[in-house]
C-alpha cells in the first residue's frame, strides 16, 4: 500500500510538474493581455517603417531607370497581407472590448485574442527580420529594344515590302551570315531595318537581337557600351581591347544572335567592337545598312538587297499621311500630286515637305510646288534646316572624294531626267582641272570613269539608257545645284541654269542652258568668274553674237549646240581648254582657232564645216581632235595634223575621207596618213578610209584603243554600237575588207590587241601562218573574229605550233570561204577553249571542221575539247560529211544550240573518219548533250 502510495505520489508531481508551465503559459495569457497588444502595434509600427523606407528607396531607384528585385517584390506583397490581417484583428479586438464595456470580460475570449496576437506579433518580426536578407532591393532596367518606339513611321510599300522580305528569307537561309541593304541616303533604310528588328523579336527567330549606328566617324567606345546595354552586359575593362573581348564571349554565348549595324560608310572592323567573325561564330548574322553596294561588298555580304525609291502611288499616299492633307480645306489632289512628283519618290523629301505643309492653305501648297521647281526645298516655309532631304544628301556628298564631287556636281548642271554621256562629262572635267592632275587623257578618263563608279555605288548616280551614259535622280540633282548656287564648295563652283532678266551672273562659275529655252541670248554676258558655259536647245536663238563672250576671261570649258557663229568670238577666250561643238555651223573659215593656245580639247560632233583651217595646226596643246560625223567635211590641209605633237587621240567617224597619198598627184591638197606616224603621244584612233588611202610601207602607231574600218560598209556584226566617239574610243576593233596579205602589214602592230576583227574579201590564204614572224602575241585579246567572202582561204593558221593562237576566242564566224576544207587544224581546235560561238556558212568545199590529220592522238585517250561551246550553227556546206568526230562529243557538255541546215551529204552528227585507225570503236549513242535545247 505504502509502494502503491508512493508510486501514485511520484506519477502526480511528474503529472504536476509537466502541466504547470502550459498552465502557467495560458493562465497568463490572462494576464498579459494588455502588454501583448502593445508589442503587437509596435512591431506593426517597425514593420510599416521598413515598408515605408523599402518603397521609398525603390521610387528613388525607378527615377534612375531601375527595377525591383522579385524577391523584394515578394516581400512587400507578404507585408502588405500581414499588415491587413493584423489591422483586421485590432478591429475584432475593438469590437470585444465594446461588447465587454469593461465589465467582467469573457476569459475565454481574451484568451484565445491574446494567443492570437501573440502569433501575430512573432509574424511580423519575422517578416520585418527577411528584410536584412536583401543583398540588393533593385537593379538596373534593360536597355528596352527598338520594340518600345512606335511604328507609325513605317510604311508598307512594294519597295520596302520587297526588301522586307528579302531580309527575312535571308535571315531563315542559314547559309547567309552578313546581309547588306543599300540605296541612297533618305530612302529608309534605318526605318525597314527597325521594322526588321521588332518582326524577328516578335517571332523569336534569335535569342538576342543587338542594333547599333556605326556612322562615318565611328566610337568605338560609344559603340560598344551600346551592345553591353542591349545586352545586359556590365563594362568594368578600361582597355577598348579588353571591352571588346569581353563583349565577344558574352555574344559567344549566344546561341543565335542578330547584330544589326546601321549606317556603315567603309569597311568596318566589327571586331573591334566585340563581334566575332561569322566563322568564329556561326550563329552570328549581320544586316547592315549602307549608302553603297560598293561597301556591301567590302564587307563580304552574301546577299546584297537594293531599297529603291518610291512610285508615284506610293509617294502620293505617305505624302498624304504625313501633311494630314484630309484637314486642309479646300486642297486637292491633283496640288498634292503635283508636289508629290517634285519629291521624286524620295521618302525623306516627301516627309520633310509634307511635315512643312501639314495644316498650310491651298496658296502655301502651290508655293512649295514652285520652290521645289526651282530646286529650292530648303526655301519652303516650315522646312528644316538642319533635317530634310538636302541636308541628308549633303552628308552623301561631303564624304566624296575631291575629283568625284567635281563629277557630281558637273551632272548636276544637266537637265532632269537627261541620259549624261559620260565621255562628254569627262572632257568637261578634263578642261576644268589643272595640268598636273592629269598626265594624260586616258588617264583623266580612267579617274572619272572611277568617280561615277564611286557616284554609282552611292545611289548618286544611276544607269543610262545605255553602258556609256549614267543618269541623276532629280532631287540628287536638286541637291548638286543647291550646293552650286551657294558657291560654297571646294571648287567655287556657283551655277545658274536660268537666265532671266536681271540675273547678276558677275559671280557665277558655271551657266547651264542646256535645253533650256529663252527668247533671246543677250549680245554680251559679264561673267568675269566664269569656268563653265553650257549652251544648247536654246530654239529661237541660233546665231551667237561675236561679242557675247568678251567678258568671259576665265571660261575653260565651253559646250555649244545648234548654233551658228564665227570662231572670232572665241579667240578672246585664251584660257579655253575644252571646247565642245555640237551641231554647229560656221559663219567663217575657223582660222581665228589658231589662237586658242591653251585649248586641250577640240570636238566638232556633226558639225557643217566643209575645211579645217591650216590655222589649227598652231593649236600647241591640243590632245584630241574629234570630228564625228562631220559629213560635209572635204579639206584638212597636209601637215595640220602632223603638227599637232601633243596629241593623244584623234577621231574621224563617218566624216573626212580624202586622204590623199604620196605620189598619186603632183600637188598634195589633203592631209595623209603618214601624218599619224609624226604623232609620238598618239593612244586613241578611230576612222574609216579606203584601201587605196593606205600609203605604200605605212604601218599604223602603237595605238592603245582604236577603231579602223577599212572599205567595210557603213555596219557590220563588229561595228560597236554606237559609230560615234562615245563607243569607239573605248574599242579595239578593225574592219578590213579588200586588202592584199602585203596591205595587212599596215596593222601588225593592233594584231596583239584587236578584240574585234571583220576581214571581208581579203587575198589570202590563211589569216596566221605560224611559219613566219611573231605568232605567240597574235590575237590572243581577240573576242569576234568574223570571216566574210574569203574566196583565197584554204585554212585559218598555216604552219605548226598552233596551240596558243585564239587562246582566249568566244566567237568565230566563217561565211562563204568556198576553198576552206577544214576550219580547224587539230592543234588550234584544241587551244579553242574559250570559244562558246561557232557559226559556218556557205562553205562549199568543207569536208572537216576539224582536220583529219593527228587524229591519231585519239587513239592515247586525249580529247578534241571544246568545253565552252553553248552555239553551232552549220548551214549550206554541201560536202560535209560529220560535224564532228566522237571524241569531240565528249567535250561538248555546254552545248545549247544546234542548228544543222543545207547539209546533203550529212551522214552523222558525230560520226568515225576511215583515216583514223582507231582501235577502240565507240558509238555515238554512248554521248549525251546534258544541256541541248535547240536543235
Known amino acids: 500500500m505504502d509502494v502503491l502510495t508512493g508510486c501514485t505520489g511520484s506519477?502526480?508531481?511528474?503529472?504536476?510538474?509537466?502541466?504547470?508551465?502550459?498552465?502557467?503559459?495560458?493562465?497568463?495569457?490572462?494576464?498579459?493581455?494588455?502588454?501583448?497588444?502593445?508589442?503587437?502595434?509596435?512591431?506593426?509600427?517597425?514593420?510599416?517603417?521598413?515598408?515605408?523606407?523599402?518603397?521609398?528607396?525603390?521610387?528613388?531607384?525607378?527615377?534612375?531607370?531601375?527595377?525591383?528585385?522579385?524577391?523584394?517584390?515578394?516581400?512587400?506583397?507578404?507585408?502588405?497581407?500581414?499588415?491587413?490581417?493584423?489591422?483586421?484583428?485590432?478591429?475584432?479586438?475593438?469590437?470585444?472590448?465594446?461588447?465587454?464595456?469593461?465589465?467582467?470580460?469573457?476569459?475565454?475570449r481574451q484568451y484565445k485574442l491574446c494567443k492570437e496576437a501573440i502569433q501575430k506579433t512573432k509574424a511580423v518580426k519575422e517578416l520585418q527580420a527577411d528584410r536584412g536578407k536583401f543583398s540588393e532591393l533593385t537593379h538596373r532596367a534593360p536597355t528596352p529594344g527598338i520594340e518600345i518606339f512606335s511604328s507609325s513611321d513605317f510604311e508598307v510599300f512594294k519597295s520596302t515590302k520587297l526588301a522586307f522580305q528579302q531580309i527575312m528569307e535571308a535571315l531563315h537561309d542559314d547559309n547567309n551570315k552578313r546581309i547588306g541593304l543599300h540605296g541612297i541616303g533618305g530612302v529608309g533604310k534605318t526605318t525597314l531595318v527597325k521594322e526588321v528588328f521588332k518582326k524577328v523579336k516578335e517571332l523569336n527567330i534569335f535569342n538576342e537581337t543587338v542594333m547599333i549606328v556605326v556612322s562615318r566617324t565611328p566610337d568605338v567606345r560609344k559603340i560598344q557600351g551600346e551592345i553591353a546595354d542591349c545586352l545586359q552586359l556590365k563594362l568594368e575593362e578600361e582597355s577598348d581591347t579588353a571591352r571588346a573581348n569581353r563583349i565577344c564571349l558574352r555574344i559567344k554565348n549566344v546561341e543565335k544572335i542578330l547584330i544589326i549595324v546601321d549606317d556603315v560608310w567603309t569597311d568596318v572592323k566589327l571586331e573591334d567592337y566585340g563581334i566575332p567573325s561569322c566563322d568564329d561564330h556561326r550563329g552570328c548574322k549581320i544586316l547592315l545598312t549602307t549608302r553603297s553596294v560598293y561597301v556591301c561588298n567590302l564587307m563580304r555580304c552574301q546577299w546584297k538587297i537594293p531599297l529603291n525609291f518610291l512610285v508615284e502611288e506610293e509617294s502620293l499616299a505617305l505624302m498624304k499621311k504625313t501633311a494630314i492633307v484630309d484637314d486642309c480645306p479646300g486642297l486637292n489632289d491633283d496640288v498634292v500630286l503635283e508636289v508629290v512628283k517634285e519629291c521624286k519618290g524620295l521618302p525623306i523629301a516627301i516627309t520633310t515637305v509634307g511635315k512643312a505643309l501639314t495644316g498650310k492653305s491651298l496658296n502655301e501648297w502651290k508655293v512649295a510646288m514652285r520652290q521645289l521647281r526651282k530646286s529650292r526645298l530648303v526655301d519652303i516655309e516650315g522646312v528644316d534646316k538642319d533635317k530634310n532631304a538636302y541636308a541628308c544628301l549633303k552628308w552623301s556628298y561631303d564624304q566624296l572624294k575631291l575629283k568625284t564631287k567635281l563629277c557630281f556636281l558637273l551632272c548636276s548642271l544637266f537637265p532632269e531626267d537627261y541620259n549624261i554621256p559620260i565621255e562628254e562629262l569627262t572632257r568637261y572635267a578634263m578642261g576644268l582641272e589643272e595640268d598636273e592632275d592629269f598626265h594624260s587623257l586616258d588617264e583623266a578618263r580612267s579617274q572619272v570613269r572611277a568617280a561615277i563608279n564611286s557616284l554609282k555605288d552611292s545611289s548618286l548616280l544611276l544607269e543610262g539608257s545605255r553602258k556609256e551614259f549614267v543618269k541623276m535622280h532629280d532631287m540628287v540633282r536638286d541637291i548638286g545645284l543647291w550646293i552650286t548656287s551657294k558657291g560654297e564648295n571646294e571648287f567655287e563652283l556657283r551655277a545658274c541654269t536660268r537666265l532671266e532678266r536681271n540675273t547678276n551672273l558677275e559671280g557665277?562659275?558655271?551657266?547651264?542652258?542646256?535645253?533650256?529655252?529663252?527668247?533671246?541670248?543677250?549680245?554680251?554676258?559679264?561673267?568675269?568668274?566664269?569656268?563653265?558655259?553650257?549652251?544648247?536647245?536654246?530654239?529661237?536663238?541660233?546665231?551667237?553674237?561675236?561679242?557675247?563672250?568678251?567678258?568671259?576671261?576665265?571660261?575653260?570649258?565651253?559646250?555649244?549646240?545648234?548654233?551658228?557663229?564665227?570662231?572670232?568670238?572665241?579667240?578672246?577666250?585664251?584660257?579655253?581648254?575644252?571646247?565642245?561643238?555640237?551641231?554647229?555651223?560656221?559663219?567663217?573659215?575657223?582660222?581665228?582657232?589658231?589662237?586658242?593656245?591653251r585649248l586641250e580639247?577640240?570636238?566638232?560632233?556633226?558639225?557643217?564645216?566643209?575645211?579645217?583651217?591650216?590655222?589649227?595646226?598652231?593649236?600647241?596643246?591640243?590632245?584630241?581632235?574629234?570630228?564625228?560625223?562631220?559629213?560635209?567635211?572635204?579639206?584638212?590641209?597636209?601637215?595640220?595634223?602632223?603638227?599637232?605633237?601633243?596629241?593623244?587621240?584623234?577621231?574621224?567617224?563617218?566624216?573626212?575621207?580624202?586622204?590623199?597619198?604620196?605620189?598619186?598627184?603632183?600637188?598634195?591638197?589633203?592631209?595623209?596618213?603618214?601624218?599619224?606616224?609624226?604623232?609620238?603621244?598618239?593612244?586613241?584612233?578611230?576612222?574609216?578610209?579606203?584601201?587605196?588611202?593606205?600609203?605604200?610601207?605605212?604601218?599604223?602607231?602603237?595605238?592603245?584603243?582604236?577603231?579602223?574600218?577599212?572599205?567595210?560598209?557603213?555596219?557590220?556584226?563588229?561595228?560597236?554600237?554606237?559609230?560615234?566617239?562615245?563607243?569607239?574610243?573605248?574599242?579595239?576593233?578593225?574592219?578590213?575588207?579588200?586588202?592584199?596579205?602585203?596591205?595587212?602589214?599596215?596593222?601588225?602592230?593592233?594584231?596583239?590587241?584587236?578584240?574585234?576583227?571583220?576581214?571581208?574579201?581579203?587575198?589570202?590564204?590563211?589569216?596566221v601562218d605560224t611559219i613566219e614572224g611573231n605568232h605567240t602575241a597574235t590575237f590572243g585579246n581577240l573576242v569576234v573574229l568574223y570571216l566574210k567572202e574569203m574566196s583565197c582561204m584554204r585554212t585559218i593558221c598555216e604552219g605548226p605550233?598552233?596551240?596558243?593562237?585564239?587562246?582566249?576566242?568566244?566567237?568565230?564566224?566563217?561565211?562563204?570561204?568556198?576553198?576552206?576544207?577544214?576550219?580547224?587544224?587539230?592543234?588550234?581546235?584544241?587551244?579553242?577553249?574559250?570559244?562558246?560561238?561557232?557559226?559556218?556558212?556557205?562553205?562549199?568545199?568543207?569536208?572537216?571542221?576539224?582536220?583529219?590529220?593527228?587524229?591519231?592522238?585519239?587513239?592515247?585517250?586525249?580529247?578534241?575539247?571544246?568545253?565552252?561551246?553553248?552555239?553551232?550553227?552549220?548551214?549550206?556546206?554541201?560536202?560535209?560529211?560529220?560535224?564532228?568526230?566522237?571524241?569531240?562529243?565528249?567535250?561538248?557538255?555546254?552545248?545549247?544550240?544546234?542548228?544543222?541546215?543545207?547539209?546533203?551529204?550529212?551522214?552523222?552528227?558525230?560520226?568515225?573518219?576511215?583515216?583514223?585507225?582507231?582501235?577502240?570503236?565507240?558509238?555515238?549513242?554512248?554521248?549525251?548533250?546534258?544541256?541541248?535545247?535547240?536543235?
Open 11 to 108: 506519477v502526480a508531481a511528474e503529472v504536476v510538474k509537466c502541466t504547470a508551465k502550459p498552465v502557467i503559459r495560458h493562465v497568463g495569457y490572462l494576464f498579459r493581455f494588455k502588454k501583448t497588444f502593445v508589442d503587437l502595434t509596435e512591431a506593426k509600427t517597425d514593420l510599416k517603417s521598413e515598408q515605408q523606407k523599402v518603397r521609398e528607396a525603390i521610387d528613388r531607384a525607378a527615377m534612375n531607370t531601375e527595377v525591383v528585385e522579385k524577391d523584394v517584390e515578394t516581400w512587400l506583397a507578404n507585408v502588405d497581407k500581414l499588415l491587413a490581417k493584423v489591422q483586421a484583428f485590432e478591429n475584432k479586438v475593438q469590437e470585444n472590448s465594446r461588447l465587454c464595456n469593461g465589465w467582467c470580460p469573457d476569459c475565454i
Open 508 to 597: 557665277a562659275t558655271a551657266i547651264s542652258l542646256i535645253g533650256y529655252n529663252t527668247e533671246q541670248l543677250p549680245d554680251n554676258l559679264v561673267c568675269p568668274r566664269l569656268n563653265i558655259l553650257l549652251l544648247g536647245g536654246i530654239r529661237s536663238s541660233k546665231e551667237i553674237s561675236n561679242t557675247l563672250f568678251e567678258g568671259m576671261n576665265c571660261l575653260k570649258v565651253l559646250k555649244l549646240h545648234g548654233k551658228i557663229l564665227s570662231s572670232q568670238s572665241l579667240e578672246l577666250l585664251t584660257n579655253l581648254r575644252t571646247l565642245h561643238l555640237n551641231g554647229c555651223n560656221f559663219s567663217d573659215d575657223l582660222s581665228s582657232l589658231g589662237k586658242l593656245k
Open 601 to 767: 580639247t577640240l570636238s566638232f560632233y556633226r558639225c557643217g564645216m566643209v575645211a579645217l583651217p591650216s590655222e589649227l595646226g598652231e593649236m600647241v596643246s591640243l590632245k584630241m581632235l574629234d570630228l564625228t560625223d562631220c559629213y560635209k567635211l572635204e579639206r584638212i590641209p597636209p601637215n595640220v595634223i602632223g603638227r599637232l605633237s601633243q596629241l593623244e587621240e584623234l577621231i574621224i567617224i563617218c566624216s573626212f575621207k580624202n586622204w590623199d597619198v604620196e605620189g598619186t598627184t603632183s600637188e598634195i591638197s589633203n592631209a595623209n596618213l603618214s601624218e599619224l606616224n609624226s604623232l609620238r603621244r598618239l593612244v586613241i584612233l578611230s576612222l574609216r578610209l579606203n584601201s587605196n588611202h593606205l600609203p605604200k610601207g605605212f604601218v599604223f602607231p602603237d595605238l592603245h584603243r582604236y577603231y579602223i574600218s577599212i572599205d567595210c560598209p557603213f555596219w557590220t556584226y563588229v561595228t560597236p554600237n554606237d559609230c560615234g566617239s562615245l563607243t569607239c574610243i573605248n574599242s579595239r576593233t578593225l574592219e578590213i575588207k579588200d586588202l592584199n596579205a602585203s596591205s595587212m602589214n599596215a596593222l601588225k602592230s593592233l594584231f596583239r590587241t584587236v578584240e574585234y576583227i571583220w576581214i571581208e574579201s581579203c587575198e589570202m590564204e590563211c589569216i
Open 801 to 935: 605550233n598552233q596551240y596558243e593562237i585564239f587562246s582566249n576566242l568566244p566567237v568565230l564566224d566563217a561565211h562563204g570561204c568556198p576553198r576552206l576544207i577544214s576550219l580547224l587544224s587539230l592543234s588550234l581546235a584544241q587551244s579553242l577553249k574559250k570559244l562558246k560561238e561557232l557559226y559556218i556558212f556557205e562553205c562549199d568545199e568543207m569536208k572537216q571542221i576539224i582536220s583529219e590529220e593527228g587524229m591519231i592522238l585519239e587513239s592515247h585517250g586525249q580529247p578534241i575539247c571544246l568545253p565552252k561551246l553553248e552555239t553551232l550553227w552549220v548551214t549550206n556546206c554541201g560536202e560535209l560529211e560529220y560535224i564532228f568526230p566522237i571524241s569531240v562529243a565528249r567535250g561538248l557538255q555546254q552545248l545549247e544550240r544546234l542548228l544543222l541546215r543545207e547539209l546533203p551529204r550529212l551522214k552523222k552528227v558525230f560520226g568515225h573518219w576511215r583515216s583514223w585507225g582507231l582501235r577502240n570503236r565507240e558509238s555515238p549513242s554512248n554521248y549525251r548533250l546534258p544541256k541541248i535545247k535547240d536543235y
